[in-house]
């Protein structure tokens, strides 16, 4: 039989009736039930975590640049780019299993990740907002010069007479007003993109958070489909029933049997109505 009221709303709620979230040592804050109000906690952070994992992923390509005169400060973030898959992944086997503490703890990592990659952010951003924008070319290593002048020359070789001629470079102040337009039309959509993925990932934290909480306190929301044999019901017909757990409980595997035989003995008594 389904768990009395008072023993379902016993994870959630204490003794004045506030959810119990606010009476938390460890972690004071109140979680959401769903991840954008279209998937469940867990598919939610499972997603999350997928594309936090893609992104330090690329790392490993992004590593090269050692081998092409990168900067100290891009080096360190591809290195601890692949550090942190390990994290991930042990973060996603947590969340498969459901275990809070495994979810709790990986939380805490995915703030921490979010804290400690806002400074290279910050220091990325301040670097490029702060530079002059004057259409100078960057310092290229040799083999860089080289390539680049490899693909000038292929570039004019196979130009089509009568087509549009190869560009010709620009230099002078026309070259620095050109830069000054096209930086100053797009430094406004790359600030937006920049705080927009900073409170993307605070969003995402948050949901991790929930979903921690929620394994703590037994309270998973989410939506789980069984299909029954006729055997466990008296009217010998096969029977799939659709269980969706409320807030109230989690839908462990302790759980299922009795709401099984509810759902069973629901359906036989439709089915006598009728």
Same mark, same amino acid.
């Given at each position: 039989?389904?768990?009395?009221?008072?023993?379902?709303?016993?994870?959630?709620?204490?003794?004045?009736?506030?959810?119990?979230?606010?009476?938390?040592?460890?972690?004071?804050?109140?979680?959401?039930?769903?991840?954008?109000?279209?998937?469940?906690?867990?598919?939610?952070?499972?997603?999350?975590?997928?594309?936090?994992?893609?992104?330090?992923?690329?790392?490993?390509?992004?590593?090269?640049?050692?081998?092409?005169?990168?900067? %100290? $400060?891009?080096?360190? *973030?591809? !290195?601890?780019?692949? /550090?942190? @898959?390990?994290?991930? =992944?042990?973060?996603?086997?947590?969340?498969?299993?459901?275990?809070?503490?495994?979810?709790?703890?990986?939380?805490?990592?995915?703030?921490?990740?979010?804290?400690?990659?806002?400074?290279?952010?910050?220091?990325?951003?301040?670097?490029?907002?702060?530079?002059?924008?004057?259409?100078?070319?960057?310092?290229?290593?040799?083999?860089?010069?080289?390539?680049?002048?490899?693909?000038?020359?292929?570039?004019?070789?196979?130009?089509?007479?009568?087509?549009?001629?190869?560009?010709?470079?620009?230099?002078?102040?026309?070259?620095?007003?050109?830069?000054?337009?096209?930086?100053?039309?797009?430094?406004? %959509? $790359?600030?937006?993109? *920049?705080? !927009?993925?900073?409170? /993307?990932? @605070?969003?995402?934290? =948050?949901?991790?958070?929930?979903?921690?909480?929620?394994?703590?306190?037994?309270?998973?929301?989410?939506?789980?489909?069984?299909?029954?044999?006729?055997?466990?019901?008296?009217?010998?017909?096969?029977?799939?029933?659709?269980?969706?757990?409320?807030?109230?409980?989690?839908?462990?595997?302790?759980?299922?049997?009795?709401?099984?035989?509810?759902?069973?003995?629901?359906?036989?008594?439709?089915?006598?109505?009728?």
């Amino acid at each position: 039989m389904a768990p009395s009221s008072s023993s379902a709303y016993a994870p959630i709620f204490g003794s004045s009736g506030l959810p119990s979230a606010v009476y938390s040592r460890r972690l004071s804050f109140f979680p959401w039930s769903t991840f954008m109000g279209l998937f469940d906690l867990k598919q939610g952070s499972t997603v999350i975590s997928l594309f936090a994992l893609f992104n330090k992923i690329a790392g490993v390509y992004g590593i090269l640049a050692v081998f092409s005169g990168g900067t %100290f $400060a891009q080096v360190s *973030l591809y !290195a601890y780019s692949i /550090l942190s @898959i390990g994290a991930l =992944l042990w973060g996603l086997r947590g969340i498969s299993d459901e275990d809070p503490r495994v979810v709790l703890r990986y939380s805490h990592f995915f703030a921490f990740d979010h804290l400690l990659s806002s400074f290279w952010t910050f220091f990325f951003a301040y670097s490029t907002f702060s530079a002059p924008h004057k259409g100078e070319r960057p310092p290229l290593a040799l083999h860089q010069q080289g390539l680049m002048d490899l693909i000038e020359n292929l570039e004019l070789q196979y130009e089509i007479p009568g087509k549009v001629q190869h560009h010709s470079p620009i230099t002078g102040e026309a070259r620095v007003h050109g830069a000054q337009e096209v930086w100053n039309f797009e430094k406004g %959509f $790359a600030a937006t993109v *920049l705080i !927009a993925g900073w409170l /993307l990932k @605070i969003f995402f934290a =948050l949901t991790l958070y929930s979903y921690a909480l929620h394994l703590r306190h037994n309270t998973v929301s989410s939506s789980l489909r069984y299909s029954l044999d006729a055997s466990s019901c008296t009217n010998k017909a096969r029977v799939t029933c659709v269980i969706f757990s409320t807030h109230h409980y989690h839908l462990r595997n302790h759980h299922k049997p009795a709401c099984t035989t509810f759902y069973c003995n629901l359906t036989e008594q439709l089915q006598t109505m009728t």
